[in-house]
């Protein structure tokens, strides 16, 4: 199973950008769904996570309050909106299903804890 990442691209300071996730061959609806990124040298790092249902959201420090993260069960798609990006947004942008269904806890930001990678969406934010 692998999930489809897309609508990375180049934008200046400053601006947005909303990246997709989506499977074609399962449904992602009673999965959470989160959003990691790797800048090239660093390890892959947390940014966001929303629950099966949509209810609970979680953010990295470092995004919080410019990322939101939703999704639309009808569609299999789990949406990340980025906005105020700065030059230290540059990443390739993955998504992941977690492991298990129906399950959202407090260590939802943990990598470890997700199965199913898509093949990331490149990022790149210029000054």
């Known amino acids: 199973v692998q999930l489809q990442a897309s609508g990375g691209g180049l934008v200046q300071l400053g601006g947005s950008l909303r990246v997709s996730c989506t499977a074609s061959e399962w449904t992602l609806n009673t999965y959470a769904v989160g959003w990691f990124r790797q800048a090239p040298g660093k390890e892959r790092e947390f940014v966001a996570v929303i629950s099966w249902d949509g209810v609970q959201t979680k953010y990295g420090d470092s995004v919080q309050g410019r990322f939101i993260i939703s999704r639309d069960n009808a569609k299999n798609t789990v949406y990340l909106q980025m906005n105020s990006l700065k030059p230290e947004d540059t990443a390739v942008y993955y998504c992941?299903?977690?492991?298990?269904?129906?399950?959202?806890?407090?260590?939802?930001?943990?990598?470890?804890?997700?199965?199913?990678w898509g093949q990331g969406t490149q990022v790149t934010v210029s000054s």
């Open positions: 992941a299903s977690h492991r298990d269904p129906y399950y959202y806890g407090s260590q939802s930001d943990s990598k470890a804890l997700y199965s199913s």
